[in-house]
C-alpha cells in the first residue's frame, strides 16, 4: 500500500511538473494576451494523463494549472477557478473518450476518431472555457463585453491541445517503438524528412518566397500529412503534426507565414483553426488506414483458417476410400474369390464417405458462394411436405442407432428454393444425429397455421451446448463439441442461417430445460 501511495504522489508531482513546464512555455510564445491561458500543451498532457493513469491524478493538473496562472499575470482566485476548469476539462475528457471513443486506442479506428474530435476537441474545452473567462470576468481581470471573443479564443486553444499534443502522447505512449521498418521504408522515411522540411520553409519560413503575400500557402502542407499517415501510420503522423503546427506558430509569432498577414487575434484564431482540421484530417487518415490493414490482415487470417480446416476435414473421408479401395485392390490381386463380409464393409465405407466428402465439398462451395454474394435462389412453388419427408427418408438410412421421428400435415406448399432448402433440413438433421446419443429420438416437427409462416424443428436429444457457445453456433467453423470429437467442417450452421434468411425467413436455436438442443426455422410468410 505505501508503494502505491508513493507512486501516485510521483505521478501527481510529475505531472503538476510538467504542466507547469508546458503552460510556461505555452506563455512565453503567447502573442496576444487573451490567449495566455488558452495556449495549447496543457491541455493535451493533462488529458493524455488521466486515459494513462485514470482520474485519481488530477491534483497534478490542479496544481500545475493554479501555478502556471499564480506565476504570470492572476490572482489566487482566478488562478483557482482557472484550474479547477482545467482540471474539471480533463477529467470530463477523459471519460468520455474512454467510454465513448476507445479510450487510448482512439486513433486506431475511424469512428473513435472522429468520436474523440467531438468530445475531447468540441464539448470538454467549452467546459474550462466557460470556467476560465468566468472566473476572469468575476475577479475584473477581463470585461464582460469580451467575454464571446475571449471564450472562442480560449475554446479553439484547448481543442487544439487535444488534437494535437494528446494524440502523440496517447499513440507514442501506447506503443513507443512502432514497428520496424526494412530498407526500402527507410528509405522513404529520409524522403519523407526532408518533404517536410522542405514544406516548412516554403510555407512557414521567412525567407521563402511566398513570404509576407496573401496566398492560402497553407494548403501545402496537406500533402505531407497525407503522405505520414497513409505510408507511416499514427506514430509518424502525430509527430508531422506538431512539427507543422509548431512551425506555422513559430511563424505567426515572428510576423510572417499565412497567419500573420491578419490582426495579431485574428491570426491566432485563423492559426487554431488549421491545426483543428488539420489534426482531425490526418489522425483519421492514419486510422482508415490502420482498418484497412487489419481488414486485409484478417481476410488473410480468415483464408488461411479456411483452408486449413476444409484440409484436416477432407483428408479423413479421402483417407478412408482410399483404404476401402486399397483392401479390394488386394484382395482382387489375390485372384481368390472375395470375402463377402469384407465387400460389405469396403462398400459401405466407400458409400458413407463418399456421402461424407460430397456435404463437405458441398459445404465449402456454398460458403464460397455466400461469401462472395454469389448464391442465386430458384424460386418455385414447392411441396414442402414432400422435401422435407425426403430428408428424413435420406437421413434415417444413414443410421441405425437413431429414430427419426416425423410430424407434418398433409399438404404445405409454399415460395421457395427446394434445392436449398432440402440442404438445409439436411444439415439439421445431419447435426441433430452427429449429437445424439445411441438409440436417441430426434424429433422433426412441421408445422402451419392459416395466417402465420411454416415451421420446422429439429430437435435432438443430446447434451447439448453449454451456454457460453450457443451465442456462436451459427458462426462459420463453429464446433459444438470439444476438440477430441471434432467432425465436420462447422459450416452446417452457417450455411443453413444464410439460405434461410436468403429466403425472408429466420432460424433460431432453442434449448430445452429437458437437455438437447431444438434449431427452428421459420419460413417466409408467403405461401400458396
Aim: proline share 4%; glycine share 10%; hydrophobic share 50%.
Amino acid at each position: 500500500m505505501k508503494g502505491r501511495g508513493l507512486d501516485r504522489v510521483l505521478k501527481i508531482a510529475g505531472l503538476a511538473a510538467t504542466y507547469f513546464a508546458a503552460g510556461k512555455l505555452g506563455l512565453s510564445l503567447a502573442f496576444v494576451h487573451v490567449s495566455a491561458t488558452a495556449v495549447w500543451p496543457p491541455t493535451g498532457i493533462a488529458l493524455a494523463a488521466f486515459l494513462f493513469f485514470g482520474p485519481r491524478v488530477w491534483p497534478g493538473v490542479f496544481i500545475g494549472a493554479f501555478l502556471v496562472n499564480l506565476t504570470t499575470a492572476g490572482s489566487a482566485l482566478s488562478s483557482a477557478g482557472i484550474a479547477v476548469g482545467n482540471t474539471l476539462e480533463g477529467l470530463l475528457a477523459a471519460y468520455l473518450v474512454g467510454r465513448y471513443a476507445n479510450g487510448r486506442h482512439a486513433f486506431e479506428g475511424l469512428r473513435d476518431v472522429f468520436r474523440f474530435a467531438a468530445l475531447a476537441a468540441l464539448i470538454s474545452p467549452a467546459l474550462s472555457a466557460t470556467f476560465g473567462v468566468t472566473t476572469l470576468c468575476l475577479t475584473g481581470e477581463a470585461q464582460w463585453a469580451d467575454f464571446g471573443a475571449i471564450w472562442l479564443t480560449w475554446w479553439l486553444g484547448d481543442a487544439g491541445g487535444a488534437l494535437i499534443v494528446a494524440p502523440l502522447i496517447i499513440v507514442w505512449g501506447n506503443e513507443p517503438r512502432p514497428a520496424g521498418w526494412d530498407r526500402a521504408r527507410a528509405l522513404e522515411l529520409a524522403g519523407f524528412v526532408a518533404a517536410v522540411a522542405i514544406t516548412v520553409l516554403l510555407v512557414f519560413g521567412g525567407g521563402s518566397p511566398l513570404a509576407g503575400k496573401p496566398y492560402p500557402t497553407t494548403f501545402l502542407a496537406f500533402p505531407v500529412l497525407v503522405w505520414a499517415a497513409f505510408r507511416f501510420g499514427p506514430h509518424v503522423a502525430t509527430v508531422t503534426l506538431v512539427v507543422l503546427s509548431g512551425a506555422a506558430i513559430w511563424s505567426t509569432l515572428h510576423g510572417f507565414g499565412p497567419f500573420a498577414i491578419a490582426a495579431p487575434n485574428e491570426a491566432l484564431l485563423l492559426l487554431q483553426a488549421f491545426t483543428g482540421v488539420a489534426g482531425v484530417m490526418t489522425l483519421a487518415l492514419a486510422a482508415a488506414e490502420i482498418e484497412v490493414r487489419r481488414a486485409e490482415a484478417a481476410k488473410v487470417a480468415e483464408r488461411d483458417e479456411f483452408i486449413a480446416v476444409a484440409a484436416h476435414e477432407l483428408k479423413t473421408p479421402i483417407t478412408s476410400l482410399r483404404l476401402a479401395v486399397q483392401l479390394l485392390r488386394r484382395e482382387s490381386e489375390r485372384g481368390t474369390a472375395l470375402d463377402k463380409e469384407k465387400l460389405r464393409d469396403s462398400l459401405r465405407t466407400i458409400e458413407s464417405q463418399s456421402q461424407r466428402l460430397g456435404r463437405l465439398v458441398t459445404e465449402l462451395l456454398e460458403t464460397v458462394r455466400l461469401r462472395s454474394g454469389r448464391m442465386e435462389l430458384d424460386i418455385k412453388q414447392t411441396d414442402v411436405v414432400d422435401l422435407v419427408t425426403k430428408a428424413v427418408r435420406d437421413a434415417q438410412a444413414t443410421t441405425t442407432r437413431h429414430k427419426l421421428v416425423l410430424a407434418a400435415p398433409n399438404k404445405l406448399r409454399a415460395k421457395l428454393d427446394a434445392l436449398r432448402f432440402l440442404q438445409v433440413v439436411t444439415n439439421l438433421l445431419d447435426n441433430a444425429i452427429k449429437f445424439s446419443p445411441a438409440g436417441g429420438a430426434i424429433d422433426v416437427d412441421l408445422s402451419s397455421s392459416k395466417r402465420g409462416p411454416a415451421r420446422l424443428a429439429v430437435r435432438d436429444h443430446g447434451v447439448g451446448i453449454p451456454s457460453d457457445d450457443r451465442p456462436h453456433i451459427f458462426e462459420r467453423f463453429y464446433q459444438a463439441q470439444s476438440g477430441d470429437q471434432r467432425a465436420g467442417l462447422g459450416l452446417g450452421l452457417y450455411v443453413s442461417r444464410q439460405i434461410v434468411e436468403l429466403h425472408g425467413g429466420r432460424i433460431d436455436a432453442e434449448f430445452p430445460e429437458d437437455g438437447g438442443t431444438r434449431i427452428v426455422v421459420t419460413m417466409a410468410a408467403e405461401r400458396s
